[in-house]
């Protein structure tokens, strides 16, 4: 199953720069381990924000969800799922 999935990072302005730093030191470790399995298979920085547009392939939305609330940056994110299938004027056929 395929998901649009768009994250807003909000790091509290008060946040010490190494806590900061450690937290996404940790999100990147994560996030790069789940590229290397196949289940996120696009990031994309959305230009000029704090953001990302990414594609996540999993088998259920539990899983998704199970992914998105393990993000070590989950607590000071704003994230929007979008669920998504095959379009029918598709002319990929490695899509489902
Ligand atoms: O920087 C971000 O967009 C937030 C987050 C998502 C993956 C990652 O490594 O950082």
Request: charged share 25%.
């Amino acid at each position: 199953m395929l998901f649009h999935v768009r994250m807003d990072v909000q790091i509290p302005a008060d946040m010490p720069a190494d806590v900061a730093n450690e937290i996404k030191a940790r999100e990147k470790a994560y996030s790069q381990n789940l590229q290397r399995s196949g289940k996120w298979p696009h990031i994309w920085r959305i230009v000029g924000e704090y953001a990302n547009y990414s594609i996540f392939d999993v088998a259920s939305n539990a899983e998704l969800h199970e992914i998105l609330t393990g993000l070590p940056l989950f607590p000071y994110m704003k994230i929007s799922v979008t669920p998504l299938c095959r379009h029918p004027s598709s002319i990929r056929d490695d899509e489902s």
